[in-house]
């Protein structure tokens, strides 16, 4: 019942906070608030990755969560993540090392 009603809340944010993500990329700005739509676009597409990580934990307490392998750029992803909470990272020069050494191959991927 729990897990039930979490899903629906959750579907019930998820819903409308797509709906700002879609209608903020239709938005005509100048150069300078570009930046300021940008940054509300990350920030939507965090808190929807959250949403989906409440609805996923609400699955696996349900027993119904499926898993699929997908690929992903980690690289990106991690600059993302850097530039959603404000964190210079490795792109501004600051440090981090976005290396990844796989054990299968023993190449290194920079």
Excluded: W
């Excluded at 899903?7 to 993500?21: C, E, F, K, N, Q």
């Excluded at 959250?50 to 997908?70: H, N, P, T």
């Excluded at 981090?96 to 290194?108: K, M, N, P, V, W």
């Amino acid at each position: 019942m729990k897990e039930n009603f979490l899903a629906v809340i959750i579907h019930d944010l998820r819903t409308p906070l797509t709906g700002v993500v879609g209608m903020t990329n239709l938005i005509a700005v100048d150069a300078e608030q570009r930046e300021y739509v940008a940054s509300i676009v990350r920030s939507a597409e965090v808190l929807q990755a959250q949403i989906g990580g409440v609805l996923d934990l609400s699955k696996i307490k349900a027993k119904q969560l499926r898993l699929e392998s997908v690929a992903f750029d980690l690289r990106g992803s991690m600059k993302e993540v850097c530039a959603s909470t404000g964190n210079p990272g490795p792109s501004r020069g600051t440090g981090g090392d976005f290396t990844h050494r796989s054990r299968a191959s023993g190449l290194e991927d920079r």
